[in-house]
C-alpha cells in the first residue's frame, strides 16, 4: 500500500502541487466547497513534507524512544483459572508487582500473552526479590501467586502451572517457567509518508519459551479512514455532548502496530524494519534517526576532512567450516549439524566505520560460508620477469678489478663474482685510481651487476647497472645529496680491488640527480603470472619440473691456435639469441678484464654453446650471455622453531635483536624472564 490520496469522492482533494497554489483565498458571497477546505490541509502537509523529507528518511525515528531487543526473558505459566475459580484476568496483571506465597519470591509483571489454542496464560517478569530460603530466585510449580498493592495487601491471585504435582497436575511438555525473547518499542514518533506518526509502546513476543529467535521485527503501517460509526468523538459535540443527528467529517489515520515476520520476507513500503535476529543474536537493530539530505552533507564533509576510517576494526577469521569433534575450536560445525570440509567459513566480528563519510556499524558477528576452491585450471608457458631492482649507475674506474678470479662455488663450473654481499664504502668524492680524497659517509652491498649502457672501447665508458641492498648512509648523509664514488679494495683471497662512480641520471627521469633505482623492487620473491597456483609441474606428469629461467651466465672458454673460444652450457643451460645490448665479453689481461668487442659476423649461437672467431690464441676469455635454465624444481621448506638468547647471550639493555635467518615466518614469543611481551605475530 502506498500514501493513500483523497482526490476521489466524497473528499474530492484535487490538489496538484505543480499548480503551486499555497494558500486557498475565501470570498464572501461564495460556497465554501468540501475540495478546498480538503486543500488546505494538503498546502500545509506538503509543505511540511518537503521540508521533512531534507531532514529525515521515510520510516525514520524522529524521538528519543527506545527500541530493545530481550532473549533472556522469564517466563511464567499459569493455570487457567484464579483462586476463585474464574479465568484469569491476564490484561490486569500488566505491570503489577506479584510474590510468591510458598517461596516468597517477588517479581514486576512486564508483558502477558492471552491464552491460545496452544498455549496457557503466559507473563514475563523481572524477579525483585529472591525466595524466604535466600536460595530461590523463581517461582516454584503449583504455587499460588498475589498481586500485591502500595500497602502491600493481596488484591487478586492465581496459581503457576505444575507438570510434578500430586493433584491437579498439568499435561504440558514444557516447564512452568523459563526463558523467552520479546522485541519492544517504546513510545516514539515516526516520519511515514510525510506526517509524524506517534507510535505507542508495544511488545511482541518473538519466541514463548525459547532464547534463539530467528525473525525480522518491525512496524507495519497501517492506513485507514474513521468514520462516526467507528468513533463516536466524530459526531457534532457542539453542546458538550455528541449529537447522533449530527456526524462531523471523517479522519485519516495512521497506525503503527509492531509484528514479527519471517527473516527472509522482503520489506515493503508498508514496514519499518525495527531488527533482524538469527538463532537468538540480533545482527541489526534501527533505534536511532535515519537522516536524508542533511547526513549527505555531513558524511560529505567527513569524508573529506577524515576519509575512510574505522573506528572499530573489523576482524575477519576464516575457520573450518567442519569441525572435527564437538570441542573443535577451529571449525564451524560438526558433521551432523551440517559441516562440509569442501566449505570455509569467514567469521566478522562486530565493528564500526565511517565509508564515504557514511556511518557503518555491525553489532553482532557473522559468518559467511564458501565453497573451497576445488576447481583448477592448465597453462602452458606462462611467463614470470623478474626485476632485481634497487640498483644505481656507475661507472667502473679504469684499473678496477671488476671481474676478478671467480670462485668454483656449485662444483659444476657455475661461478660467482666475489664482490657478491660485501661491503663497499660510499664517498663523498670521486673515486680515481682505486683511491679517493674523500670521506665515507656510508656502506652497500651489491648483489648483481649487469651493462646497462654498452661501450665497445672500453669499460669505463660503458654504463653499469649496480644491485645494492643494505644501504647505510652517515648521520647527516644522503644518497642523493652527498654520494659520489664506492670503493673497496683488498678483497677475497686474491686481495682485489673495486672503484666506481655515480652516474647522474640522464636515462630514466632525465634530471641529472644521482639516485637508487626501482626501491620498491628489493627481493628476490617474484610473483607468478597466476593466483593461488597449486602446482608449477608439467601438466602431465607431476613429477616432473618444467620451468624454465632466463638469466644472464658467465662462462670462461681459452681460445685455440686459431682463435676460436667456444663457450659450453651445463647440462641444463641452453643458450638465446645474440643480443648485442646485454652480451658482453672479456680478454684477460695480466690481473685486468680488458672488454672486447664482439662481432655478430664473428659468433655463432648453437643451443649448447656459443663459438666467437677471430681472438687472440691462448687467450683467457669471459662471456656473459643469456641463458635458459631448465627443468629447475620448486623450492621447499620445513618450518623449524629457533630460541635466540637462551643462553644469555642478549645484554639487559639491548633495542634491538638480530633473528640470525632472513626467512623468519612467525615471531611466537618475546619474553624478558618476567612478561611476555608478543605473542604471535606474522
Known amino acids: 500500500m502506498t500514501k493513500q490520496t483523497f482526490f476521489k469522492e466524497p473528499y474530492f482533494d484535487d490538489f496538484d502541487k505543480s499548480k503551486n497554489f499555497m494558500r486557498v483565498l475565501f470570498r464572501p458571497n461564495r460556497s465554501i466547497q468540501v475540495r478546498e477546505l480538503n486543500q488546505i490541509q494538503s498546502i500545509f502537509n506538503g509543505q511540511i513534507e518537503e521540508f521533512a523529507d531534507h531532514i529525515f528518511k521515510f520510516g525514520s525515528r524522529v524521538d528519543a524512544g527506545s527500541v530493545r531487543y530481550e532473549n533472556n526473558v522469564d517466563y511464567v505459566r499459569l493455570k487457567d483459572l484464579d483462586i476463585y475459580g474464574n479465568n484469569v484476568t491476564i490484561f490486569y496483571l500488566q505491570d503489577k508487582k506479584i510474590k510468591g506465597v510458598t517461596s516468597g519470591v517477588t517479581a514486576t509483571v512486564k508483558h502477558v500473552e492471552d491464552k491460545t489454542v496452544d498455549d496457557p496464560y503466559t507473563i514475563y517478569v ?8 535466600g536460595s530461590t530466585f523463581t517461582f ?15 488484591v487478586y491471585s492465581f496459581y503457576v502451572r505444575c507438570l510434578n504435582c500430586d493433584t491437579n497436575a498439568d499435561e504440558d511438555t514444557i516447564l512452568p517457567t523459563g526463558k523467552g525473547s520479546l522485541f519492544t518499542v517504546g513510545e516514539s514518533t515516526y516520519y511515514v509518508y510525510g506526517y509524524f506518526v506517534f507510535c505507542k509502546q508495544q511488545t511482541v513476543v518473538l519466541e514463548k519459551y525459547d532464547v534463539t529467535p530467528t525473525t525480522k521485527v518491525g512496524l507495519n503501517i497501517i492506513q485507514s479512514i474513521v468514520t462516526e460509526a467507528e468513533d463516536e468523538t466524530l459526531y457534532d459535540n457542539a453542546l458538550g455532548t455528541p449529537n447522533f443527528a449530527a456526524s462531523g467529517a471523517n479522519r485519516y489515520k495512521i497506525e503503527l502496530d509492531l509484528i514479527k515476520q519471517d527473516i527472509d520476507s522482503e520489506d515493503t513500503e508498508n514496514f519499518i524494519d525495527l531488527g533482524t535476529i538469527r538463532d537468538g543474536i540480533l545482527l541489526e537493530i534501527n533505534n536511532r534517526p535515519k537522516y536524508a539530505d542533511i547526513m549527505d552533507m555531513i558524511a560529505r564533509r567527513t569524508y573529506d576532512e577524515s576519509g575512510d576510517y574505522t573506528v572499530h576494526p573489523f576482524i575477519v577469521t576464516p575457520k573450518e567450516h567442519l569441525k572435527e569433534s564437538a570441542t573443535d575450536t577451529t571449525g564451524f560445525l560438526t558433521k551432523e549439524d551440517g559441516g562440509d570440509e569442501a566449505k570455509i567459513a569467514a567469521f566478522l566480528s562486530p565493528g564500526k566505520a565511517y565509508v564515504k563519510g557514511y556511518e557503518i556499524e555491525k553489532i553482532s558477528q557473522s559468518v559467511v560460508e564458501m565453497d573451497k576452491a576445488r576447481d583448477t585450471d592448465k597453462r602452458s608457458g606462462a611467463i614470470t620477469r623478474k626485476k632485481f631492482g634497487n640498483f644505481i649507475l656507475v661507472k667502473l674506474n679504469a684499473n678496477s678489478n671488476f671481474i676478478p678470479a671467480d670462485t668454483d662455488i656449485t662444483g659444476d663450473g657455475r661461478k660467482r663474482n666475489v664482490f657478491d654481499f660485501v661491503n663497499l664504502n660510499i664517498y663523498d668524492a670521486t673515486v680515481s685510481n682505486l683511491s679517493s680524497a674523500g670521506n665515507i659517509i656510508g656502506t652497500m652491498k651489491v648483489k648483481g651487476m649487469e651493462l646497462f649502457d654498452k661501450d665497445n672501447t672500453t669499460f669505463t665508458d660503458s654504463v653499469w647497472k649496480l644491485n645494492v641492498v643494505d644501504v647505510q648512509m652517515n648521520a647527516g648523509k644522503s644518497f642523493q645529496n652527498n654520494a659520489v664514488g664506492i670503493l673497496a679494495t683488498g678483497i677475497g683471497s686474491g686481495g682485489t680491488d673495486f672503484g666506481a662512480n655515480m652516474v647522474p641520471d640522464t636515462y630514466i627521469f632525465n634530471d641529472s640527480k644521482i639516485r637508487i633505482f626501482e626501491t620498491g623492487e628489493n627481493s628476490l620473491l617474484y610473483r607468478l603470472p597466476y593466483n593461488y597456483v597449486k602446482s608449477v609441474r608439467d601438466i602431465n606428469n607431476n613429477t616432473e619440473s618444467r620451468t624454465l629461467i632466463t638469466t644472464p651466465i658467465k662462462y670462461y672458454a681459452q681460445a685455440d691456435a686459431t682463435g676460436l673460444a667456444k663457450f659450453v652450457a651445463r647440462g641444463d643451460e641452453t643458450f638465446t639469441y645474440f643480443n648485442e645490448a646485454t652480451w658482453y665479453m672479456g680478454a684477460l689481461n695480466t690481473n685486468n678484464w680488458e672488454p672486447v668487442e664482439i662481432i655478430s659476423t664473428d659468433i655463432t649461437v648453437n643451443n649448447t654453446s656459443v663459438e666467437i672467431a677471430n681472438l687472440t690464441p691462448f687467450e683467457d676469455y669471459f662471456l656473459v650471455a643469456e641463458a635458459i635454465i631448465s627443468n629447475q624444481p620448486e623450492k621447499t621448506k620445513t618450518l623449524t622453531q629457533l630460541i635466540i638468547g637462551d643462553d644469555g ?17 612467525d615471531i611466537i614469543k618475546v619474553n624478558n624472564g618476567i612478561l611476555e611481551h608478543m605473542q604471535h605475530m606474522h
Not at 523481572?126 to 530460603?133: F, K, L, R, S, V
Not at 642478549?650 to 633495542?655: G, P, S
Open 126 to 133: 523481572n524477579y525483585t526479590g529472591a525466595g524466604i530460603d
Open 649 to 665: 647471550s642478549i645484554a639487559a639493555d639491548v633495542q634491538e635483536i638480530s633473528l640470525t635467518k632472513a626467512d623468519a615466518y
Open 140 to 154: 516454584v510449580e503449583g504455587e499460588q501467586i498475589d498481586v500485591i498493592d502500595s500497602t502491600g495487601n493481596s
